[in-house]
């Protein structure tokens, strides 16, 4: 896929999420959520926006250090086939030379052999 639409596809999404967060803040602006704490034995009472924008954030936040952690992933390995490739690359140059080298002595040698049965 073409890596413009890609970008636009992701921008979209991300457009529609944050206004889908936006409609549902909202609509429930005045409600009020209450959990419980299990460490400090008690009762919280909060907002809903403030616990859903907490969620939203954090959540935005573990994405980003996710792709971050795979894109550092990711670009050691294209470094290590970098390097590998240029490794190939570098041998096959080594033996061309050498068929090379080869060829050159091999018709030094045919001339030289010519020549020597040419003068008897």
């Known amino acids: 896929m073409n890596k413009s639409i890609e970008k636009y596809m ?9 206004a ?12 009020t959520v209450a959990f419980f ?3 400090m034995q008690k009762m919280y009472v909060t907002k809903l926006i403030y616990l859903t924008l907490l969620i ?13 952690f ?6 050691a390995l294209v470094d290590a086939y970098q390097k590998r490739h240029e ?14 080298a ?9 001339t030289a052999l010519d020549n020597a049965l040419n003068n008897k």
């Open 10 to 18: 992701y921008l979209l999404v991300e457009i529609l999420i944050v």
């Open 20 to 31: 889908t967060l936006a409609v549902f803040i909202y609509f429930n602006k005045n409600a």
């Open 37 to 39: 704490c299990p460490i």
């Open 56 to 68: 939203f954030v954090l959540s935005h936040t573990a994405g980003f250090a996710l792709c971050a």
């Open 70 to 75: 795979f894109k550092t992933k990711v670009s």
């Open 87 to 100: 490794n190939i690359s570098i041998e096959k140059d080594s033996d061309k030379a050498k068929i090379a």
């Open 102 to 110: 080869l060829e050159a002595k091999i018709a030094t040698l045919e």
